[in-house]
């Protein structure tokens, strides 16, 4: 009787199985192609993102060289980083955008360097790292011309973070501008003293020490 009861058990699992499957098969199997189908666009995705960043990093390569080059135009260089920005992803896009701008400025383009680094500073869609680069190198470069109290002021959210020694070099030059000695001579004997100082910042910040008679 036992095995009876069995047949008969497995017989209702089956027949509630078909129309189970009669019912939601379709649906299943859609679900199963349409994760398929996202697994496989993923993946297609990260090769393409792949493809993409080789491609911008072999123009950028090369465009770099070219600008290195004995003789090389400046201005031109400075417009060929400028076009790959425009199509770059977010990380080359930064990159030469900020190349673009110190060839600008090597080439006498400060108000067009000025422009660029201020676009890299305000643009919230890159990594903090780009942006406050970008408003250092606007700080140090617009010193000639801008407003030392102003541009004190635009760099001191940065005094503490990754490039708290260029942002401390610049507020001694302000300060320097400003007539402020004795501020000038503790901000650049803090960057001689401090471990954590590159060596070209100390090595600049001793010289500018020893012009001031610190």
């Not at 465009?63 to 400046?74: H, L, Q």
Request: hydrophobic residues 50%; charged residues 25%; contains cysteine.
């Amino acid at each position: 009787m036992a095995d009876i009861f069995d047949e008969v058990e497995e017989d209702l699992r089956a027949e509630r199985m078909k129309r189970l499957m009669a019912r939601y098969g379709g649906l299943l199997a859609g679900l199963m192609l349409l994760a398929v189908a996202c697994v496989g666009g993923w993946q297609g995705w990260r090769w393409w993102q792949a493809h993409q960043a080789a491609q911008t990093a072999e123009v950028y390569m090369a465009a770099n060289k070219s600008a290195a080059e004995p003789g090389a135009d400046g201005r031109a260089a400075a417009d060929r980083f400028a076009a790959l920005a425009a199509e770059a992803p977010p990380g080359y896009r930064s990159l030469a955008r900020l190349r673009a701008a110190a060839l600008r400025a090597e080439a006498g383009d400060r108000a067009g360097a000025l422009a660029l680094w201020e676009e890299v500073a305000r643009d919230g869609s890159i990594d903090p790292l780009y942006r406050d680069l970008g408003t250092v190198m606007w700080g140090l470069h617009s010193l000639d011309a801008g407003d030392p109290a102003a541009i004190e002021g635009r760099l001191a959210p940065l005094a503490e973070g990754p490039w708290r020694a260029s942002v401390q070099e610049i507020r001694a030059l302000a300060a320097m501008k400003r007539g402020a000695t004795e501020e000038a001579k503790q901000l650049l004997t803090g960057l001689t003293t401090a471990p954590a100082t590159p060596q070209g910042v100390r090595d600049r910040a001793g010289k500018l020490l020893a012009e001031i008679g610190g």
